[in-house]
């Protein structure tokens, strides 16, 4: 195992500035590789360590989102499922926030591109979708390539803690109002 390592690592220094375009790439082919973005992110800590990982993955999470943005008004069937998708989800109609948003991307189990769906649904145009997008992007940049070897460490119930302590800071950072419906405001005789 140790020689694989030392071999991509070798292959990585070999390629120069192939090597940041290559991992981008990959963030953009992620979708149809079946790949989870947690996985990207630890690969890219791994291989260009915490800083250059931390912003190649930026760049290329920004991208896949973006790239999401126009491909899904393109799709029909896509923009329906993702519709259907968002609708069961969100049951109760609530309004998240780019910082829940951002929260909630940290989570292993929450799909990626619903969220940045969530964003679409949050944004008033392209430019601030895309703004929403690279801070909701950031932390799971940040966390997945600098702890990258600390969550890979991680045992099934250490990692569902970790899961349960992001749902409820989720649900602390949750826009706080209240509905209040005419009719049950306004009695009527």
């Known amino acids: 195992m140790a020689e694989t390592s030392i071999a991509v690592l070798a292959w990585v220094e070999h390629q120069g500035a192939w090597a940041p375009l290559l991992f981008i790439a990959i963030h953009l082919l992620r979708p149809l590789l079946f790949l989870p973005v947690m996985l990207v992110c630890i690969t890219g800590g791994m291989l260009f360590g915490p800083v250059a990982g931390t912003a190649y993955s930026v760049i290329g999470t920004l991208l896949s989102s973006v790239l999401f943005y126009r491909m899904i008004r393109l799709v029909p069937f896509g923009l329906k499922k993702m519709q259907a998708m968002y609708q069961k989800w969100n049951k109760r109609k609530a309004h998240l926030t780019v910082r829940q948003v951002a929260i909630l991307r940290l989570i292993p189990f929450i799909h990626f591109h619903l969220l940045s769906y969530c964003l679409i649904e949050m944004s008033k145009d392209f430019k601030d979708y895309t703004k929403s997008s690279l801070l909701a992007n950031f932390p799971l940049a940040v966390v997945y390539t ?44």
């Open 146 to 189: 600098s702890v990258g070897q600390w969550i890979t460490l991680l045992s099934i119930p250490m990692l569902f803690l970790f899961s349960g302590f992001l749902a409820l800071a989720c649900y602390l950072l949750r826009k706080k109002y209240e509905v209040l419906i005419w009719q049950d405001f306004f009695q009527t005789s």
